[in-house]
Protein backbone atom coordinates (compact mmCIF):
# COMPACT_ATOMS: atom_id res chain seq x y z
CA UNK A 1 0.00 0.00 0.00
CA UNK A 2 2.77 2.45 0.58
CA UNK A 3 4.66 1.39 -2.46
CA UNK A 4 1.37 2.71 -4.51
CA UNK A 5 1.11 5.51 -2.85
CA UNK A 6 4.10 6.54 -2.82
CA UNK A 7 4.34 6.17 -6.88
CA UNK A 8 0.60 7.30 -7.32
CA UNK A 9 2.12 10.70 -5.87
CA UNK A 10 5.21 11.10 -7.64
CA UNK A 11 2.91 10.82 -10.72
CA UNK A 12 0.71 13.11 -9.51
CA UNK A 13 3.56 15.80 -9.57
CA UNK A 14 5.28 14.44 -12.33
CA UNK A 15 2.52 15.65 -13.75
CA UNK A 16 2.12 19.01 -12.78
CA UNK A 17 6.06 19.45 -13.93
CA UNK A 18 6.54 22.45 -16.74
CA UNK A 19 9.06 21.48 -19.34
CA UNK A 20 11.19 24.38 -21.09
CA UNK A 21 13.50 23.32 -23.96
CA UNK A 22 15.75 26.81 -22.81
CA UNK A 23 16.15 28.60 -19.42
CA UNK A 24 19.01 31.03 -18.29
CA UNK A 25 21.53 29.77 -16.85
CA UNK A 26 24.54 31.58 -14.99
CA UNK A 27 27.22 31.70 -11.66
CA UNK A 28 28.85 33.69 -9.89
CA UNK A 29 31.32 33.30 -7.21
CA UNK A 30 32.74 35.52 -4.52
CA UNK A 31 35.83 34.93 -1.90
CA UNK A 32 34.80 36.10 0.98
CA UNK A 33 37.75 36.41 4.07
CA UNK A 34 36.53 35.57 7.18
CA UNK A 35 38.84 35.81 10.75
CA UNK A 36 39.15 32.55 12.41
CA UNK A 37 37.99 32.17 16.02
CA UNK A 38 40.67 32.41 18.81
CA UNK A 39 40.71 31.33 22.37
CA UNK A 40 41.20 33.59 25.54
CA UNK A 41 43.78 33.43 27.49
CA UNK A 42 41.16 31.27 29.79
CA UNK A 43 40.51 28.80 27.41
CA UNK A 44 44.15 28.40 26.37
CA UNK A 45 45.02 28.12 29.67
CA UNK A 46 42.41 24.93 30.21
CA UNK A 47 43.53 23.67 26.75
CA UNK A 48 47.08 23.62 27.90
CA UNK A 49 46.03 22.32 31.27
CA UNK A 50 44.27 19.06 29.02
CA UNK A 51 46.77 18.48 26.76
CA UNK A 52 49.64 18.16 29.55
CA UNK A 53 47.66 15.32 31.23
CA UNK A 54 48.98 12.25 30.36
CA UNK A 55 46.08 10.78 27.85
CA UNK A 56 45.10 7.76 30.33
CA UNK A 57 44.53 9.90 33.13
CA UNK A 58 41.26 10.97 34.03
CA UNK A 59 39.08 13.01 31.68
CA UNK A 60 35.88 15.42 32.66
CA UNK A 61 34.76 14.87 29.03
CA UNK A 62 35.40 12.13 26.91
CA UNK A 63 36.37 14.58 23.91
CA UNK A 64 38.16 16.94 26.04
CA UNK A 65 41.58 16.48 24.47
CA UNK A 66 40.14 16.29 20.90
CA UNK A 67 38.71 19.74 21.20
CA UNK A 68 41.76 20.90 23.18
CA UNK A 69 43.75 19.76 19.84
CA UNK A 70 41.35 21.58 17.80
CA UNK A 71 41.52 24.97 19.69
CA UNK A 72 45.76 24.27 19.81
CA UNK A 73 45.07 24.12 16.02
CA UNK A 74 43.06 27.47 15.88
CA UNK A 75 45.30 29.31 18.10
CA UNK A 76 48.33 28.50 15.84
CA UNK A 77 47.00 28.87 12.62
CA UNK A 78 46.13 31.44 10.38
CA UNK A 79 43.97 34.78 11.48
CA UNK A 80 42.20 34.73 8.64
CA UNK A 81 40.80 31.93 6.10
CA UNK A 82 39.27 32.95 2.30
CA UNK A 83 35.60 30.97 1.19
CA UNK A 84 34.53 30.60 -2.10
CA UNK A 85 30.52 31.50 -2.07
CA UNK A 86 28.97 30.67 -4.81
CA UNK A 87 24.96 31.60 -6.46
CA UNK A 88 23.49 29.78 -9.15
CA UNK A 89 21.09 30.23 -11.50
CA UNK A 90 18.54 28.28 -13.51
CA UNK A 91 15.98 29.76 -14.83
CA UNK A 92 13.66 30.79 -12.05
CA UNK A 93 15.36 28.34 -9.18
CA UNK A 94 17.99 30.07 -7.47
CA UNK A 95 20.94 28.33 -5.62
CA UNK A 96 23.23 29.08 -2.91
CA UNK A 97 26.19 27.13 -2.76
CA UNK A 98 28.11 27.87 0.84
CA UNK A 99 31.35 25.46 1.93
CA UNK A 100 30.02 25.25 5.94
CA UNK A 101 27.39 23.02 7.48
CA UNK A 102 24.35 25.76 7.21
CA UNK A 103 21.51 26.03 9.60
CA UNK A 104 18.26 26.14 8.28
CA UNK A 105 17.52 29.60 9.31
CA UNK A 106 20.03 30.60 7.43
CA UNK A 107 19.20 28.85 3.97
CA UNK A 108 15.66 29.12 4.75
CA UNK A 109 16.21 32.98 4.82
CA UNK A 110 17.96 33.07 1.75
CA UNK A 111 15.15 31.59 0.44
CA UNK A 112 12.71 33.78 1.75
CA UNK A 113 14.64 36.53 0.25
CA UNK A 114 15.76 35.73 -3.11
CA UNK A 115 14.47 37.11 -5.95
CA UNK A 116 13.84 33.54 -7.93
CA UNK A 117 10.62 31.89 -7.86
CA UNK A 118 12.33 28.51 -6.25
CA UNK A 119 15.87 28.59 -4.36
CA UNK A 120 17.53 26.19 -2.26
CA UNK A 121 20.93 26.10 -0.55
CA UNK A 122 23.63 23.60 -0.90
CA UNK A 123 25.98 23.09 2.06
CA UNK A 124 29.90 22.03 2.15
CA UNK A 125 29.42 23.57 -1.41
CA UNK A 126 33.30 24.03 -2.93
CA UNK A 127 34.94 23.91 0.34
CA UNK A 128 34.84 22.93 4.31
CA UNK A 129 34.93 24.90 6.99
CA UNK A 130 32.73 23.64 9.85
CA UNK A 131 29.50 24.21 11.39
CA UNK A 132 28.17 27.94 10.17
CA UNK A 133 25.86 29.07 13.36
CA UNK A 134 23.46 32.37 13.13
CA UNK A 135 24.88 35.03 15.78
CA UNK A 136 21.34 33.36 17.70
CA UNK A 137 22.38 30.35 17.84
CA UNK A 138 25.52 30.77 19.39
CA UNK A 139 24.14 32.83 22.05
CA UNK A 140 21.78 29.95 22.48
CA UNK A 141 25.10 27.94 22.71
CA UNK A 142 24.97 24.05 21.85
CA UNK A 143 27.95 21.44 20.13
CA UNK A 144 27.64 23.10 16.89
CA UNK A 145 28.61 26.87 18.38
CA UNK A 146 31.51 25.41 20.37
CA UNK A 147 34.78 26.44 19.32
CA UNK A 148 36.60 23.94 17.04
CA UNK A 149 32.89 22.94 15.62
CA UNK A 150 32.52 26.60 14.73
CA UNK A 151 35.83 28.17 13.29
CA UNK A 152 34.94 31.51 12.01
CA UNK A 153 33.90 35.10 13.31
CA UNK A 154 30.24 34.62 15.04
CA UNK A 155 28.44 37.02 12.31
CA UNK A 156 30.00 34.82 9.53
CA UNK A 157 26.19 33.66 8.80
CA UNK A 158 25.59 36.76 8.17
CA UNK A 159 27.71 38.30 5.98
CA UNK A 160 27.34 35.62 3.91
CA UNK A 161 23.68 35.36 3.59
CA UNK A 162 24.38 39.39 2.35
CA UNK A 163 26.52 38.35 -0.30
CA UNK A 164 24.45 35.10 -1.41
CA UNK A 165 21.79 37.28 -1.80
CA UNK A 166 22.89 39.97 -3.55
CA UNK A 167 24.91 37.72 -6.13
CA UNK A 168 21.37 36.52 -6.70
CA UNK A 169 20.09 39.77 -6.92
CA UNK A 170 22.80 40.17 -9.29
CA UNK A 171 21.59 36.83 -11.61
CA UNK A 172 18.24 38.28 -12.23
Same mark, same amino acid.
Given at each position: ?????????? *?????????????????????? *???????????? *??????????KTSPQYHQYERYYAERIQRL????????? @??????????????????????????? *???? @???????????????????? @?????????ETWMGTSKVQLDASELIKHI?????????
Amino acid at each position: QVAELVAKRV *KEAHDQIKFYDWVPLNSVVREL *KLQFLKPDEIMQ *KYMGEVLAKSKTSPQYHQYERYYAERIQRLLTGPDEVTV @PLQAVRVGEVGIAAIPFEVFAETGLEI *KDRT @PFTHAFTIELANDYHGYLPT @PNQHELGGYETWMGTSKVQLDASELIKHIILDMMNNLK
